[in-house]
């Protein structure tokens, strides 16, 4: 069974920095291509970023593009998302998920991020 | 990317049908047949009922079908339960790697 586990949110200042990762078990996450996405409080979802299989491809939403960078680490089945520079509107349950042949298959339960003051 | 359209709300009583659509553009619905649907319900994660328009995974009811047509996507849900009120979100390839969401539709079974 997929399962992907979130973690590394939490309460940063406008300006600041963190760091999400998401763990993969149950599948080699090296097989899939793996993405972020968000659900803002009032807002639908949003993807974020997403990276290839072997890590050597990195994609992003004009809204991070510059301020967030995704990476993986196959020997370790970990995900990250590496955000600075943070605003008010990053504010979101961040999700880690699957990509299967073009649809977004699997999904993780969420770390929630809050920037504020 | 702008966000897919999708009605905020929906509702039905309990054994009808109900249909939700989800328009993008010629970018992304109209020119991928990799639109999905999602359900979530409050506190879970998104679950995937549809992919690449028309096929459901393993394990999801009948009862829940997709189509498009053009640069418009729906999602129809037979005799509606009790256990299908929730918030429902398409999403389309968008070319390049990129995926582009819909607002989401929260249903109300009456």
């Known amino acids: 069974e997929v399962q992907l586990l979130e973690s590394g949110g939490g309460l940063v200042q406008p300006g600041g920095s963190l760091r999400l990762s998401c763990a993969a078990s149950?599948?080699?996450?090296?097989?899939?291509?793996l993405s972020w996405i968000r659900k803002a409080p009032g807002k639908g979802l949003e993807w974020v970023s997403s990276t290839s299989d072997s890590g050597g491809g990195a994609y992003y939403a004009e809204s991070v593009k510059g301020r967030f960078t995704i990476s993986r680490d196959n020997s370790k089945n970990t995900l990250y998302l590496q955000m600075t520079s943070l605003r008010a509107e990053d504010t979101a349950l961040y999700y880690c998920?699957?990509?299967?042949?073009?649809?977004?298959?699997?999904w993780g339960q969420g770390t929630l991020v809050t920037v504020s003051s | 990317q702008s966000a897919l359209t999708q009605p905020a709300s929906v509702s039905g009583s309990p054994g009808q049908s109900i249909t939700i659509s989800c328009t993008g553009t010629?970018?992304?619905?109209?020119?991928?047949?990799?639109v999905s649907w999602y359900q979530q319900h409050p506190g879970k994660a998104p679950k995937l009922m549809i992919y690449?328009?028309?096929k459901r995974p393993s394990g999801v009811s009948t009862r829940f079908s997709g189509s498009k047509s053009g640069n418009t996507a729906s999602l129809t849900i037979s005799g509606l339960q009790a256990e299908d009120e929730a918030d429902y979100s398409c999403c389309s390839y968008a070319g390049d790697s990129t995926w582009v969401f819909g607002g989401g539709t929260k249903l109300t079974v009456l």
């Open positions: 149950g599948f080699t996450s090296s097989s899939y291509t």
């Open positions: 998920a699957t990509v299967i042949a073009g649809t977004v298959y699997h």
């Open positions: 010629s970018s992304d619905v109209g020119r991928f047949d990799l």
């Open positions: 690449e328009v028309t």
